[in-house]
């Protein structure tokens, strides 16, 4: 069995599987990827029918990196000849005055040269009648916004990786990782193996794989969860018809029109409770189901039948909800990206630059603002702001 290799990949969820894929597309066969449990697992975060992806975003950087990140989705799209995205057009909105202002997405959008209409109420219920928009509130809307398939996603990226020439391994957890002239030792599964370039994409488990380099983030797990509606009135959320939306106040609400399943589905965002990746229950947060069905009667009624299921998922939370995308500084050798509970729709794009980082050692993509060692990070207890 072979063990040596020149690229290793830890975690093959949504980042891991994208940069097992993109390393693969240049390295071939000297790419390895580890997975401790069986490939497209649901304990951590990237799998489910569906994963907003938008152009709409709080700062101009975020809308450019998303503007690749649908060039990555392509690129992913013509290599694997499989629709990964669908697009349905994307509804923010919210109070005129919310915790979350739709100023700062029109403003980077305007910045970034993303073109958008600004909805009052009457517009919105009139293109969206299950809407109930009162007076108060008002909207953006860009159509480039829709679904970013997750389950398929990663399917497709491991795929096209073993197509490419990568060795993936699942039920193959880390015991060790050990930096060494040059290179890394990595302990899994029972069997040592060695690479030049390390890529932690461990998502819950990123501290787990950062304790063997004596370093730690303040990261904070939640278990998040959505549910799936049998609605009565499903016609009337079809996409074509019905576009994905996120409320922007605090708390943060957002759904989809039906995929997968046969009812639109919703949830809170950033509103479940810190837990243990290894421990934590699948039992849904009953006290979560109905801060999500409240929020639904007020404002879209019709999305509401009995519950198809809820489904669980980890956010992997940093202090300011932005990622971990970058060399470790007393190991750049080592890569790690964390996505900070909304990093999906960017998968197959930070799965490239992970593999630019570890290949090349640079990227042409801003990523300044996602330092491993930028301030807050540095802090032990740091203050939070998931509002973004």
């Not at 649908?70 to 509804?91: F, H, M, P, S």
Request: charged letters at 25%; a negative charge; proline letters at 7%.
């Amino acid at each position: 069995m072979r063990r040596d290799y020149e690229y290793i990949v830890l975690g093959l969820g949504g980042w891991g599987s994208a940069a097992a894929y993109w390393l693969s597309r240049r390295a071939g066969a000297d790419v390895l990827g580890l997975e401790q449990y069986e490939l497209g697992h649901v304990r951590g975060e990237s799998q489910d029918h569906s994963r907003i992806i938008r152009l709409s975003y709080h700062t101009p950087e975020y809308v450019e990196l998303a503007k690749h990140a649908y060039r990555a989705w392509a690129d992913i799209e013509r290599d694997a000849g499989q629709q990964l995205v669908l697009r349905t057009g994307g509804l923010d909105f919210a109070p005129r005055e919310s915790a979350i202002p739709l100023a700062s997405y029109s403003g980077s959008m305007d910045a970034a040269g993303v073109p958008y209409e600004h909805l009052d109420a009457a517009e919105i219920r009139r293109r969206w009648p299950v809407i109930k928009a009162t007076d108060d509130i008002h909207g953006l809307f860009q159509p480039e916004s829709g679904i970013a398939m997750a389950a398929r996603g990663n399917a497709a990226h491991l795929r096209m990786a073993r197509e490419h020439g990568a060795t993936l391994l699942d039920g193959t957890p880390v015991e060790a990782i050990h930096p060494r002239d040059g290179e890394i030792d990595v302990a899994a599964g029972g069997v040592m193996y060695r690479c030049r370039r390390l890529i932690i994409a461990a998502g819950a488990w990123t501290n787990g794989a950062l304790t063997h380099l004596g370093m730690r983030l303040p990261l904070r797990v939640t278990k998040e969860q959505v549910t799936y509606f049998a609605t009565p009135h499903a016609a009337e959320f079809e996409p074509g018809r019905f576009p994905v939306w996120i409320w922007m106040d605090d708390p943060c609400f957002y759904g989809f029109p039906v995929f997968g399943e046969p009812g639109p589905k919703a949830g809170q965002d950033a509103g479940g409770l810190e837990t243990d990746p290894v421990t934590r229950t699948f039992e849904p947060d009953r006290a979560a189901l109905g801060r999500t069905i409240a929020f639904l009667e007020q404002y879209i009624p019709r999305a509401l039948g009995p519950t198809i299921y809820t489904k669980t998922c980890l956010y992997t939370l940093t202090p300011d909800r932005d990622f971990v995308l970058d060399r470790l500084p007393a190991h750049p050798e080592i890569t790690v990206g964390v996505g900070g509970g909304h990093g999906y729709k960017f998968a197959s794009l930070m799965g490239q630059i992970l593999s630019e980082l570890a290949i090349d050692g640079r990227t042409e993509r801003n990523i300044e603002p996602f330092r491993i060692d930028r301030a807050i990070l540095q802090l032990e207890n740091p203050p939070v702001n998931y509002m973004v």
